[in-house]
């Protein structure tokens, strides 16, 4: 079973803080993704990686930064975080590059962050 | 407009119905992604398909790629059901999705 794990599933942080939301896979997938999911507005792609050391801004990558140093670690940071960043942070993965049928992400259980 | 419309947004419903939830959306694809969130967060994958229709269980989903839309029937329906229901599509090398559909199942 693919297993996709993220560092804390709540997490308060104060406005200004540096945070870091890690995540990593099991499965040597190539492809992660970092979303964000807000009540009404479904989930947005914050940034993704094809492979180690590649980012590709998603749609809403403004306040955000990520890190991809080893394939199954991708880290989503918040520079300088804001009460407008509070909201559900999920990462994902999947195993092939935009192959249709097989394409297929798995989730984390999502991490929720609260910017006070 | 958005790419993707689901629809209801939210449905309640008593155990033993017959579900159905929609999707539509104006992109071309290479195929669609079904996928549960429980209260809680998890989100689960259920389907991808690119044609026709696909069954797991007590869950059908069908696509019909002319009409640029897809169903996901649940039969016999549970109160283990209630969850958000999103659908995503795949096209021009990414993934969009849609807002979700959330179902209450009552006992």
């Known amino acids: 079973d693919v297993k996709v794990t993220q560092s804390s599933r709540y997490l308060v942080k104060r406005t200004g803080e540096k945070v870091f939301l890690e995540c990593v896979q099991d499965m040597d997938h190539e492809n992660m993704f970092w979303y964000r999911q807000d009540p009404g507005l479904g989930l947005r792609l914050i940034y993704f990686?094809?492979?180690?050391?590649?980012?590709e801004k998603g749609d809403i990558p403004e306040g955000y930064s990520v890190s991809r140093e080893k394939k199954e670690r991708f880290s989503l940071i918040l520079e300088s975080a804001s009460t407008n960043q509070t909201s559900m942070y999920l990462c994902?993965?999947?195993?092939?590059?935009?192959?249709?049928?097989?394409?297929?992400?798995?989730f984390g259980p999502g991490t929720r962050l609260t910017v006070t | 407009k958005n790419e993707v419309e689901q629809s209801p947004q939210n449905l309640t419903a008593q155990e033993g119905e017959f579900i159905t939830i929609n999707c539509s959306y104006s992109?071309?694809?290479?195929?669609l992604h079904w996928l549960q969130q429980h209260p809680g967060g998890g989100i689960v994958s259920l389907f991808m398909?690119?044609?026709?229709?696909k069954k797991h269980g007590r869950l059908i989903a069908t696509i019909n790629i002319q009409e640029k839309h897809s169903s996901l029937h649940i039969t016999a329906s549970h109160p283990r059901d209630s969850a958000v229901y999103i659908c995503a599509v795949i096209g021009n090398y990414q993934l969009i999705w849609g807002a979700g559909t959330k179902l209450i199942i009552k006992p």
């Open positions: 990686s094809h492979d180690v050391k590649m980012k």
């Open positions: 398909l690119s044609s026709g229709k």
């Open positions: 994902a993965s999947s195993p092939s590059r935009w192959r249709g049928d097989n394409y297929e992400q798995y």
């Open positions: 992109v071309g694809i290479s195929a």
